[in-house]
């Protein structure tokens, strides 16, 4: 009883290895465009030259950047809140194993 429970805790732990694997991937990627985009903004007016500049906030194309932009960060946010709620899961399931196992041992050895 005791090996089958160790064994479906490191299935368990694979698992939850696997969806951390891509959870960090995805922020990893998201982290790289947002830093990516505004050190481009930072760098441009020194390797152009130009310190001021006139903005059209209604420019279609500036629009579409903001809002890809404030797509990768609440794509961002949804990642993190999955992480969390898996961290989460993974903490009651592994105290609720801890427990099963400690009645296991219980059982076996007796009063």
Same mark, same amino acid.
């Given at each position: ?21 891509? *959870?960090? @991937?995805?922020?990893?990627? &998201? +982290?790289? #465009?947002?830093?990516?985009? =505004? ?32 797509? *990768?960060? @609440?794509?961002?946010?949804? &990642? +993190?809140? #999955?992480?969390?709620?898996? =961290? ?24």
């Amino acid at each position: 009883m005791k090996i089958d429970a160790d064994e479906d805790f490191l299935d368990h732990v694979e698992r939850g290895q696997r969806k951390l694997k891509n *959870l960090s @991937l995805t922020t990893l990627v &998201v +982290a790289v #465009l947002l830093g990516a985009a =505004y050190f481009s903004q930072i760098l441009t007016p020194f390797l152009t030259g130009q310190k001021v500049v006139e903005v059209n906030l209604t420019d279609p194309s500036l629009l579409v950047v903001e809002v890809l932009i404030l797509g *990768l960060t @609440l794509a961002w946010m949804y &990642v +993190a809140a #999955l992480n969390y709620l898996f =961290y989460n899961r993974l903490g009651r399931q592994v105290k609720e194993i801890r427990a099963k196992e400690a009645e296991l041992l219980r059982r076996i050895e007796g009063p």
